[in-house]
């Protein structure tokens, strides 16, 4: 870790002294970069040079007290080895922490893609309530929400919706949604009262930009229909909805969210290229584990990675073994306590890893 941090400080020095340089030739784009560059180090180089200085103090401290003779003085110098000490513990668990790698979708815009399971149609209220569940969630975070198209179900739930999340920070609390969400409750389908287990799947992608993806037009087969369901006058009788097919990879997008043909054209777009990025995100990772499995996996009833219990008013994330009797809640939009905790066992992982 040590020398690690010893190249940091000098990159960190290096740029340091370009930067003028840099601002002097005109090359915004080169200084822009240092500058975010310099940004990033500079927490890391600090707490590495306040480690050197406590290193230093401890040192000089344990050379005092070889030759201190007096017991008060004796005491004082103990006093301060231990604060010095566990300082140096607080700074090595927090360089630790700054030298874990950034995710690279830190930052980006999120989009959420909700589909009904297994269960018919109480997985596809249950896919409508998940989604109410995200847009409260955002609400706190002053993260904006737009729907990106949806299937609404016969009883108002969704067969699908998609919707992107906007916010600085909405990938590194959201990211850890991706799975299967099982309930289980009496559905208002059901007249006997037995209680059902139903499933939704969740995919949690980084919106892409056109900097990321770029898509041939050549390669996109783009045929419009006539929307179905409910909405506008000219929602239903003009040809605007999209369904776009990607025909290097197959997959295909439909939007008719919109009255315009245009719009759900856009709309398709980002979903496809935010599709596409993941694609490379899941070949990339595949290289690195052939044990990895998709974000969804099967949407089965006994795979989930979160279960909704209404009779016992829990709520249970099996990747991490918590529960909370808070549904109502939760299903509010309370979910910082489990995301918290999500983030915190990442982090944990992240470190023992790296040591």
């Known amino acids: 870790m040590f020398e690690r941090l010893v190249d940091l400080e000098t990159e960190l020095e290096k740029l340091e002294s370009q930067l003028p340089e840099l601002y002097a030739s005109g090359d915004q784009t080169a200084a822009a970069e240092a500058g975010r560059r310099i940004a990033s180090l500079r927490p890391v180089v600090d707490a590495y040079r306040e480690y050197r200085r406590t290193e230093s103090d401890l040192a000089e401290a344990n050379e005092m007290m070889v030759d201190a003779a007096d017991p008060e003085m004796r005491e004082l110098i103990r006093t301060e080895l231990e604060e010095k000490e566990q300082r140096r513990a607080e700074l090595e668990t927090e360089l630790k922490e700054l030298l874990i790698p950034k995710d690279a979708n830190d930052g980006k815009n999120v989009i959420v893609e909700i589909r009904g399971a297994e269960g018919g149609e109480e997985a596809n209220l249950w896919a409508g309530e998940l989604y109410r569940m995200y847009q409260h969630y955002a609400e706190p975070h002053r993260w904006k929400v737009e729907q990106l198209s949806g ?78 369901g409910p909405g506008g006058q000219s929602v239903n009788t003009t040809d605007s909805a999209v369904r776009m097919t990607h025909k290097p990879t ?47 996996r099967g949407g089965g009833r006994s795979e989930k990675i979160r279960t909704y219990n209404f009779k016992e008013n829990r709520v249970t994330d099996h990747r991490i073994g918590l529960t909370v009797h808070s549904l109502e809640q939760v299903l509010a939009g309370g979910l910082d306590e489990i995301v918290d905790a999500l983030m915190a066992d990442e982090r944990r992982r992240q470190l023992e890893e790296g040591s």
């Open 151 to 228: 299937q609404p179900s016969d009883m108002g739930g969704f067969r699908e919706v998609s919707f992107v999340v906007k916010g600085k920070d909405a990938w590194s609390h959201l990211k850890h949604e991706a799975g299967p969400h099982r309930v289980q409750r009496v559905p208002v389908t059901e007249s006997q009262g037995r209680v059902h287990t139903s499933a939704a799947t969740v995919a949690v992608l980084p919106e892409a930009e056109e900097v990321d993806i770029t898509i041939d037009p050549n390669d996109l087969e783009i045929d419009v229909y006539r929307s179905t």
């Open 250 to 296: 197959g997959i295909v997008v439909t939007c008719q969210d919109e009255k315009s043909q245009l719009q759900n054209k856009d709309k398709a777009l980002r979903i496809l290229r935010s599709r596409l990025l993941q694609m490379e995100h899941d070949r990339l990772a595949q290289e690195q584990s052939d044990a990895r499995r998709s974000q969804v």
